[in-house]
């Protein structure tokens, strides 16, 4: 019993693996229902606001509690996700809305 089990997992972990390394860079056979056939982009409006507010990313850094490095990858516009409770943050410490920091095209 506990050796059929282990040879069934081995099997699925070897599968597993040579899928993998098969679609390795290719994750188009993915079909996520959020994305639709027109991509929207989001463009991030951080660093007008803090010109607006003479402020640096290092000062919105030490007042939000978010590290610079992940405010400089939110601002370039690289970021993939942000938390709530970090546009919460920002947006009361810039004292702004979410749609003055974000806005979809």
Request: hydrophobic content about 45%; proline content about 2%; charged content about 25%.
């Amino acid at each position: 019993m506990i050796r059929s089990v282990i040879v069934r997992v081995l099997l699925l972990v070897e599968v597993w693996l040579s899928l993998r390394e098969s679609r390795r860079g290719d994750l188009s056979f993915i079909n996520m229902p959020w994305e639709s056939s027109q991509k929207q982009r989001t463009r991030v409006h951080l660093d007008q606001l803090l010109a607006e507010r003479g402020m640096t990313l290092v000062e919105l850094s030490k007042q939000v509690g978010v590290t610079v490095a992940n405010l400089s990858i939110l601002k370039n516009g690289r970021a993939r996700a942000i938390r709530f409770s970090t546009l919460e943050a920002i947006c009361r410490t810039l004292e702004c809305q979410p749609g003055d920091i974000l806005t979809c095209e």
